[in-house]
Nanobody
Framework: QLQLVESGGGLVQPGGSLRLACAASGFTLDYYAIGWFRQAPGKEREGVSCISNTDGRTYYADSVKGRFTISRDSAKNTLYLQMNSLKPEDTAVYYC??????????????????WGQGTLVIVSS
């Protein structure tokens, strides 16, 4: 059974940091594209960051570039998102998925239909 379980969300003040984790089971993260998405209240879901399955290249949305860092621990089969310098506009439910945003897809792209349940991040003073 394919499963992704996020953790690490919470309430943080502007300028603060959080680290999200996404534990995978039923498949090996290294073999698939893996990414983070978010959906803010009243807005469409957007791609935040991902790791390519072909060469390990990382991608970031312009809105988070320089502040967020995606990484994975192969031994733990876990994906992470380190979020620094958080802003109120980063408030959203964050999801991990075994796929990458459309704007990153290239030859050799390999994804699974697997999404986590989401973890809520609130950036507020």
């Amino acid at each position: 059974q394919l499963q992704l379980v996020e953790s690490g969300g919470g309430l943080v003040q502007p300028g603060g940091s959080l680290r999200l984790a996404c534990a995978a089971s039923g498949f090996t993260l290294d073999y698939y594209a893996i990414g983070w998405f978010r959906q803010a209240p009243g807005k469409e879901r957007e791609g935040v960051s991902c790791i390519s399955n072909t060469d390990g290249r990382t991608y970031y949305a312009d809105s988070v570039k320089g502040r967020f860092t995606i990484s994975r621990d192969s031994a733990k089969n876990t994906l992470y998102l380190q979020m620094n310098s958080l802003k109120p506009e980063d408030t959203a439910v964050y999801y991990c998925a075994a796929e990458c945003p459309d704007w990153t897809i290239g030859p050799g792209y390999r994804a699974l239909d697997a999404w986590g349940q989401g973890t809520l991040v609130i950036v507020s003073s």
